[in-house]
């Protein structure tokens, strides 16, 4: 029995299920082409000669697991599951005739791949040469009709490519420009998503560029793309944030941490800070006269919203377009004062953090295009690095500790519920900031005058 099989306990007990109930099943796809690679892999494909989502029910109740329909039409079942200390995607599929007719129809050869789970000692089934062109690091379509059969493969060939550090097979990509305007039959859903697996790794903006080269990218983002002469620039600048996401010193490891963090629908905030680099010049599309309202925070959000993004995405993505002026002027800036730097983050809040980034990126493509390792990058990179250093090493400048609150200061003061309050409290903070105040006595001294002036 192979170790990797042997390792996996969820694996054994899949294959169990279905024995005991006297069923062919098949592991299918990427998780055998990724343990060819010796890479780590959660995601399992299962394919069975019957009615397959009931299948799925009654494993995932089996395996402690939580159940979904992943797609009725093609009776795909998913299950999400939380063992060996990981999570499981478990996905059973009804096979569209015998295994062999079943890998025909699916998009690359390094996918199309089974292993009978009854016979792990069995060479695994491989009717395409799947482990041929793994071996050769290449991405190759089954056949002629693999894109117009799902235009998104167009997406993920490229995806796949870049996540394998592969190389697309000739044919396949002179097949993917013939075929780019097929992407636009995809269902928006679909494309975003695709983009947003592309946009997780460390280093997307290669891998956009040659999208970008076999017409795929403006095909699936129509009129979301700057001008030809700008979309350098917009590449430019995700290559500049990627580069700067990578490094090693402080603050970078936590400015990555907190960009993983989820924002809606399951995707980190990285990706909607690489979706505005990659879309920020949009509304420059324009001739000498856009249209009325055309400005770029304006095509920001309809790109995003035509997009599907979340309305929490879509609110944090215009947020940051809106906020680069601002952080432009503080990254310009010869050692801002701490009550700046307060106001700074208090009025980009919460996206204070990747408008910065913004802010560098779209500099270093502006001033350093193809430049990113000289001494003026450096420079570029350790002035946005002290600026987020702030975020974590200095809380008191970003996000003072409240002296007192509204309650404390309209009994303190005898003062009437109203806005004043608010405003008060936050004239204390700047103060506070600025060490004029350090404690409640202060603050409440410091807002008797106010009130009295």
Request: zero cysteines; charged letters at 25%; aromatic letters at 6%.
């Amino acid at each position: 029995m192979p170790s990797w099989f042997e390792r996996s306990n969820t694996l054994k007990r899949i294959r169990d299920f279905f024995g005991t109930k006297g069923i062919t099943a098949y592991l299918v796809g990427g998780y055998l082409r990724d343990r060819l690679l010796e890479r780590e892999s959660h995601d399992l494909d299962v394919a069975v000669a019957q009615e397959a989502i009931p299948l799925a029910r009654e494993l995932a109740d089996i395996l402690g697991g939580a159940f979904f329909a992943l797609d009725p039409e093609r009776d795909v079942g998913r299950i999400v599951l939380a063992a060996q200390g990981s999570k499981y995607l478990i996905d059973i599929s009804r096979l569209r005739g015998k295994i062999e007719e079943d890998l025909a129809r699916r998009d690359f050869t390094i996918d199309a791949l089974a292993q009978n789970l009854a016979e792990p000692d069995s060479p695994l089934i491989d009717p395409h040469g799947g482990q041929k062109d793994l071996g050769a690091g290449l991405v190759r379509i089954i056949s002629p009709q693999a894109f117009a059969e799902d235009p998104l493969r167009l997406l993920r060939a490229v995806r796949i490519a870049a996540l394998l550090s592969f190389k697309i097979e000739p044919e396949t990509r002179e097949r993917i420009v013939a075929s780019s305007h097929l992407i636009t039959s995809v269902a928006v859903e679909r494309v975003r998503d695709e983009l947003a697996h592309l946009l997780l790794l460390p280093y997307s903006a290669p891998h956009l560029r040659l999208l970008h080269r076999t017409g795929v990218l403006s095909a699936a983002l129509p009129d979301m793309l700057p001008a030809l002469d700008l979309i350098g620039h917009s590449l430019g600048t995700l290559e500049a944030l990627e580069i700067a996401l990578t490094q090693e010193e402080s603050p970078w490891p936590e400015v990555a941490e907190y960009l993983n963090q989820e924002i809606a629908g399951g995707r980190p905030r990285s990706i909607i800070l690489k979706t505005v680099a990659l879309l920020h010049h949009a509304a420059q599309d324009y001739s000498e006269h856009p249209p009325e309202g055309a400005s770029e925070v304006k095509v920001l959000q309809e790109a995003l919203t035509h997009l599907a993004f979340s309305s929490v995405e879509v609110r944090a993505g215009t947020k940051i377009l809106r906020s680069l002026p601002a952080a432009w002027e503080i990254f310009v800036e010869e050692n801002p004062r701490p009550l700046t730097l307060y106001r700074f983050f208090r009025d980009q809040e919460p996206m204070g953090q990747e408008s910065i980034l913004l802010a560098l990126a779209d500099q270093a493509a502006s001033v350093l295009p193809g430049k990113l390792r000289d001494q003026g990058w450096l420079e570029l990179r350790k002035k946005a690095g002290a600026l987020l250093e702030i975020v974590y090493s200095q809380p008191h400048i970003v996000s003072p500790t409240p002296l007192l609150n509204g309650h404390e200061l309209i009994q303190a003061l005898k003062l009437s519920p109203g806005p004043e309050i608010g405003q008060l409290l936050e004239k204390i903070r700047e103060a506070q900031v600025e060490g004029k105040v350090q404690d409640k006595a202060q603050a409440l001294e410091l807002a008797r005058s106010l009130t009295r002036g």
